[in-house]
């Protein structure tokens, strides 16, 4: 189902140590923007990068509003030149299907929305359920694609009364090469991912990023038959960077983590520009993976006729469920 390991190590360590992200310089003047995950890493950098470039307004969603209050004033204090009402600071908590759908609520007052950059997931070695799925299930894939999906209709108002197009990006992961969906297989994916008995606690973060470059691809794939006002959505990874996504580690485990992100992390600012990336992507971009801020092939298994059918399985299965949080929410696409 996957690459091999010796190639994908390969390339990994050629994009670590002899890439380097470009450094966003295309302005965001009039746009307004929505960060989810950003009072830290990758989603505050990002943030930081989106105010430098004169965007109009930029949203920090995040679960603490305490916390995203302390990211805006770092922001801020970087920024002396930038006005306070260009950062607005919204709860969203992914754990919550209400949260995720009173934060797209919200949204829809906006004046316009141009680009969305969902960055919030977890990453857990406890086996936890949110909204009765398993905890990273329901953050990374669920919620997110909720959010999404909640958010299209206002993006694309957006496309239609100011000539433009949006962009929704998520971020996903090259673990993707590395992995195998055993879930996929069967014949409910969402129940056996929600099976606490065999469940693999190595595995479970690069499986929903997979899910989400599967989601991406559909959804573009249907947008363009929707023949609605356009939207890029796309999907990147920005390598492994600088994060506090390993802070459930102890001991010895922590501490080889630490020492291997020495060696091979990218500074989480690095990492960042991939997210910029995202969203300043022409339409090539649309339905596809991007690493090192350029278009290239996500694994063999996602290209496959395999990955194909899993991709369609996993699609009619993934709106089934949202429409029993969202009703109606199928007639976004």
Same mark, same amino acid.
């Given at each position: 189902?996957?690459?091999?390991?010796?190639?994908?190590?390969?390339?990994?360590?050629?994009?670590?140590?002899?890439?380097?992200?470009?450094?966003?310089? /295309?302005?965001?003047?009039?746009? &307004?923007?929505?960060?989810?995950?950003?009072?830290?890493?990758?989603?505050?950098?990002?943030?930081?990068?989106?105010?430098?470039?004169?965007?109009?307004?930029?949203?920090?969603?995040?679960?603490?509003?305490?916390?995203?209050?302390?990211? /805006?004033?770092?922001?801020?204090?970087?920024?002396?030149?930038?006005?306070?009402? &260009?950062?607005?600071?919204?709860?969203?908590?992914?754990?919550?299907?209400?949260?995720?759908?009173?934060?797209?609520?919200?949204?829809?007052?906006?004046?316009?929305? !141009?680009?969305?950059?969902?960055?919030?997931?977890?990453? &857990?070695?406890?086996?936890?359920?949110?909204?009765?799925?398993?905890?990273?299930?329901? &953050?990374?894939?669920?919620?997110?694609?909720?959010?999404?999906?909640?958010?299209?209709?206002?993006?694309?108002?957006?496309?239609?009364?100011?000539?433009?197009?949006?962009?929704?990006?998520?971020?996903?992961? !090259?673990?993707?090469?590395?992995?195998?969906?055993?879930?996929?297989?069967? !014949?409910?994916?969402?129940?056996?991912?929600?099976?606490?008995?065999?469940?693999?606690?190595?595995?479970?973060?690069?499986?929903? /990023?997979?899910?989400?470059?599967?989601?991406?691809?559909?959804?573009?794939?249907?947008? !363009?038959?929707?023949?609605?006002?356009?939207?890029?959505?796309?999907?990147?990874?920005?390598?492994?960077?600088?994060?506090?996504?390993?802070?459930?580690?102890?001991?010895?485990?922590?501490?080889?983590?630490?020492?291997?992100?020495?060696?091979?992390?990218?500074?989480?600012?690095?990492?960042?520009?991939?997210?910029?990336?995202?969203?300043?992507?022409?339409?090539?971009?649309?339905?596809?993976?991007?690493?090192?801020?350029?278009?290239?092939?996500?694994?063999?298994?996602?290209?496959?006729?395999?990955?194909?059918?899993?991709?369609?399985?996993?699609?009619?299965?993934?709106?089934?469920?949202?429409?029993?949080?969202?009703?109606?929410?199928?007639?976004?696409?």
């Amino acid at each position: 189902m996957s690459n091999s390991i010796f190639s994908v190590v390969r390339s990994f360590l050629y994009s670590q140590f002899l890439v380097t992200p470009v450094y966003p310089t /295309k302005p965001f003047q009039g746009q &307004t923007i929505i960060v989810t995950g950003s009072n830290t890493g990758l989603g505050f950098e990002a943030a930081q990068h989106f105010v430098r470039l004169n965007a109009s307004k930029v949203i920090l969603a995040v679960r603490s509003t305490s916390k995203g209050e302390t990211a /805006k004033a770092s922001i801020l204090s970087s920024h002396p030149k930038i006005s306070a009402s &260009t950062i607005e600071v919204w709860p969203l908590d992914l754990s919550s299907y209400e949260s995720v759908k009173a934060f797209a609520e919200k949204a829809n007052g906006l004046e316009r929305l !141009d680009a969305v950059v969902e960055n919030a997931g977890i990453m &857990t070695k406890v086996w936890t359920e949110f909204e009765g799925m398993e905890s990273t299930v329901t &953050t990374n894939v669920i919620s997110t694609e909720l959010l999404a999906l909640l958010l299209l209709p206002k993006m694309r108002e957006t496309a239609s009364r100011f000539n433009v197009v949006p962009r929704l990006s998520i971020v996903t992961s !090259d673990l993707h090469f590395v992995i195998r969906f055993e879930e996929g297989k069967e !014949d409910d994916i969402y129940a056996a991912l929600n099976r606490k008995e065999g469940w693999n606690v190595n595995s479970r973060y690069a499986v929903t /990023k997979l899910m989400e470059i599967f989601f991406v691809r559909e959804l573009a794939k249907r947008m !363009d038959d929707s023949k609605k006002p356009k939207v890029i959505v796309n999907c990147m990874t920005p390598g492994a960077c600088m994060s506090d996504f390993n802070r459930e580690s102890k001991g010895l485990e922590k501490r080889l983590f630490e020492f291997l992100a020495f060696l091979l992390a990218r500074s989480t600012e690095v990492g960042s520009r991939t997210l910029v990336a995202g969203i300043t992507a022409d339409e090539e971009s649309h339905g596809a993976y991007m690493a090192d801020c350029i278009v290239t092939s996500p694994s063999k298994f996602v290209l496959s006729d395999d990955g194909a059918t899993m991709q369609k399985k996993l699609w009619d299965q993934t709106i089934k469920l949202l429409e029993s949080i969202q009703p109606g929410i199928a007639k976004n696409v």
